[in-house]
């Protein structure tokens, strides 16, 4: 069973950044085929969950068209673990980020198909 624990949430300013952290644990890859896709998600109270972020490999990645340019995905392979730098954020990224994991083949894209592993969400708050 995949255990992943957010942290770096936070509250900040308009213009202002932060840095999400996602560890994950219970996972060990014993099939050279198989790898841990991860991703962000968020929620705002009253909205549907939207994909942030998707880590699709080594210098590959899937980002929402409202964060493009201003957060960038980074997974370390060797800690299972995910980042978030999210930069110039502005109160509309206000929303609980979640942390989510699947173990996929190599074969299947990491960018879409439901995710089965959630964290407990971090709570960022930007301020106008």
């Known amino acids: 069973q995949v255990e992943l624990v957010e942290s770096g949430g936070g509250s900040v300013e308009s213009g202002g950044s932060l840095r999400l952290s996602c560890t994950a644990s219970?996972?060990?890859?014993?099939?050279?085929?198989?790898?841990?896709?991860m991703a962000w998600f968020r929620r705002t109270p009253g909205k549907e969950r939207e994909e942030v972020a998707f880590?699709?490999?080594?210098?590959?990645?899937r980002y929402a068209d409202s964060v493009k340019g201003r957060f960038t995905i980074a997974k370390d392979n060797a800690q299972n673990a995910l980042y978030l730098q999210m930069n110039s954020l502005k109160p509309e990224d206000t929303a609980m980020y979640y942390c989510?994991?699947?173990?996929?083949?190599?074969?299947?894209?990491?960018?879409?198909?439901?995710?089965?592993?959630w964290g407990q969400g971090t709570q960022v708050t930007v301020s106008s």
């Open positions: 989510a994991a699947d173990v996929r083949t190599r074969f299947v894209s990491c960018y879409n198909g439901p995710y089965n592993h």
């Open positions: 219970g996972y060990t890859s014993t099939n050279y085929d198989a790898r841990l896709c």
């Open positions: 880590y699709g490999g080594t210098g590959a990645a």
